[in-house]
């Protein structure tokens, strides 16, 4: 089993920032891809961004230029900084580990941006 804690979510206005971060703990061996995906209020969850245990990243064409992700693979961590907010961006926000055949999900962290 994985365990992934999400933190840094807030309440922010457009064109601010957040940092959010995803510590991942037990079977941690192996965790070759981890990403970010979000949900808004009636809406699908959807990838926000990934990156690869060996550094390559994806992004939602929504978030280009304005998202960052990165990986620490020494402390199991996996952030994500949010540059220049709309409130589209609106959402909870979930951390999300593949590991073998086997997905991971956090329990979120709901990031609100005020227009």
């Known amino acids: 089993q994985v365990q992934l804690v999400e933190s840094g979510g807030g309440f922010v206005h457009a064109g601010g920032s957040l940092r959010l971060s995803c510590v991942a703990s037990g079977s941690i061996y192996s965790i070759n891809l981890m990403g970010w995906y979000r949900q808004a209020p009636g809406k699908q969850r959807e990838l926000v961004a990934s990156?690869?245990?060996?550094?390559?990243?994806n992004y939602a064409d929504s978030v280009k230029g304005r998202f960052t992700i990165s990986r620490d693979n020494a402390n199991n961590t996996v952030n994500l900084q949010m540059n220049n907010l709309k409130p589209e961006d609106t959402a909870v926000y979930y951390c999300?580990?593949?590991?073998?055949?086997?997905?991971?999900w956090g329990q979120g962290t709901q990031v609100t941006v005020s227009s």
């Open positions: 999300r580990a593949v590991r073998a055949l086997s997905i991971y």
């Open positions: 990156i690869t245990s060996g550094g390559s990243t």
